[in-house]
């Protein structure tokens, strides 16, 4: 790992602390709506400021049956051919639940720091964000073969339970490189994301805020049935995370083996060829991944770990 001159405060890139996550505490105030969102900022778009009594402008989606049709948007609905509804969200406590992907791909980085270090510094900062909007906070963390829930929760207890969970599961599985490498004798690879979207299914009461944060290599169906059905009563967003050197951008040339814990080969990083046909195979994966996320009407986001977070955050527009 190098250039620590950009890693936040208390950070090395590759295990987690608290104190390294607590700093987002204090980050948090800067993303408060209605002075800035920051799904407004990291999409581009703007949520409308209040509507009505208590209500807040929240998406747009596909028209369902029992939709309020005075809620049709019509500017969207001539756009697409098919209708689709204005939804709002009330002015109320609710449940945001974060999935937290701790599966061996995740714990990569070929310049700055881990991929799975970058996601907890948004997890803490979605936590905090979260709390200040008097939200509750929850959790499924997904190691590829167990999963942990945490229960929405509100007030700092929330944000506290789920980074404490989330820096030891961290820390043990880099303590414990076995683990990754070697997974009870059962089952040789990590488990795809269905029994994590089916975990969220259960703990996600109607209405919550789910937020995906994974490398979505282990989604096998980017349309997933189950990611449908998530959909259908909350509101989903994912955020990508990636490492240049998947998408084969790296000043090293020269053969190197790289695994992804199910089979290794050697890559020629000299070969223009070779980086051109892994960025091909990257950009198909996350197009998969995008119009997936259009056609469910889900937010994406991409983040990547060769650059701070809030670097990142303030350089999007």
């Given at each position: 790992?190098?250039?620590?001159?950009?890693?936040?405060?208390?950070?090395?890139?590759?295990?987690?602390?608290?104190?390294?996550?607590?700093?987002?505490?204090?980050?948090?105030?800067?993303?408060?709506?209605?002075?800035?969102?920051?799904?407004?900022?990291?999409?581009?778009?703007h949520?409308?400021?209040?509507?009505?009594?208590g209500?807040?402008f929240?998406?747009?989606?596909?028209?369902?049956?029992?939709?309020?049709?005075?809620?049709?948007?019509?500017?969207?609905?001539?756009?697409?051919?098919?209708?689709?509804?204005?939804?709002?969200?009330?002015?109320?406590?609710?449940?945001?639940?974060?999935?937290?992907?701790?599966s061996?791909?995740?714990?990569?980085?070929?310049?700055?720091?881990?991929?799975?270090?970058?996601?907890?510094?948004?997890?803490?900062?979605?936590?905090?964000?979260?709390?200040?909007?008097?939200?509750?906070?929850?959790?499924?963390?997904?190691?590829?073969?167990?999963?942990?829930?945490?229960?929405?929760?509100?007030?700092?207890?929330?944000?506290?339970?789920?980074?404490?969970?989330?820096?030891?599961?961290?820390?043990?599985?880099?303590?414990?490189?076995?683990?990754?490498?070697?997974?009870?004798?059962?089952?040789?690879?990590?488990?795809?994301?269905?029994?994590?979207?089916?975990?969220?299914?259960?703990?996600c009461?109607?209405?919550?805020?789910?937020?995906?944060?994974?490398?979505?290599?282990?989604?096998?169906?980017?349309?997933?049935?189950?990611?449908?059905?998530?959909?259908?009563?909350?509101?989903?967003?994912?955020?990508?995370?990636?490492?240049?050197l998947?998408?084969?951008?790296?000043?090293?040339?020269?053969?190197?083996?790289?695994?992804?814990?199910?089979?290794?080969?050697?890559?020629?990083?000299?070969?223009?060829?070779?980086?051109?046909?892994?960025?091909?195979?990257?950009?198909?994966?996350?197009?998969?991944?995008?119009?997936?996320?259009?056609?469910?009407?889900?937010?994406?986001?991409?983040?990547s770990?060769?650059?701070?977070?809030?670097?990142?955050?303030?350089?999007?527009?």
């Amino acid at each position: 790992m190098k250039n620590h001159s950009s890693l936040p405060p208390h950070s090395n890139g590759v295990t987690l602390s608290l104190d390294e996550l607590l700093y987002y505490k204090q980050q948090s105030i800067h993303w408060l709506p209605p002075a800035k969102s920051l799904w407004a900022q990291i999409s581009g778009q703007h949520q409308s400021k209040k509507l009505g009594r208590g209500m807040d402008f929240a998406e747009v989606r596909q028209y369902q049956a029992g939709d309020d049709i005075r809620s049709i948007d019509w500017r969207v609905t001539a756009r697409t051919g098919k209708a689709h509804t204005k939804l709002f969200t009330e002015e109320c406590e609710k449940p945001v639940v974060l999935y937290i992907d701790l599966s061996p791909s995740m714990f990569f980085g070929s310049t700055l720091q881990l991929k799975s270090v970058q996601m907890a510094h948004m997890a803490s900062l979605l936590s905090w964000l979260c709390i200040a909007n008097n939200d509750r906070i929850g959790a499924v963390i997904d190691t590829g073969h167990k999963l942990i829930d945490i229960k929405p929760t509100s007030r700092d207890r929330g944000p506290l339970t789920l980074l404490q969970q989330l820096i030891q599961i961290h820390n043990d599985t880099l303590n414990q490189p076995n683990q990754a490498k070697s997974p009870p004798a059962s089952d040789t690879s990590p488990s795809s994301m269905d029994s994590g979207l089916q975990a969220l299914h259960r703990l996600c009461p109607k209405g919550s805020e789910i937020i995906l944060m994974s490398d979505f290599v282990r989604l096998e169906d980017p349309n997933s049935p189950l990611l449908k059905r998530l959909r259908q009563h909350n509101l989903v967003r994912m955020i990508h995370f990636s490492d240049p050197l998947e998408y084969g951008q790296t000043a090293f040339r020269g053969l190197e083996r790289v695994t992804n814990q199910q089979k290794s080969m050697w890559i020629d990083f000299s070969s223009r060829s070779s980086r051109k046909s892994i960025e091909n195979k990257y950009n198909q994966h996350l197009n998969g991944l995008k119009q997936s996320c259009q056609s469910l009407g889900i937010s994406f986001t991409s983040i990547s770990s060769n650059k701070s977070l809030l670097q990142q955050l303030s350089g999007h527009h």
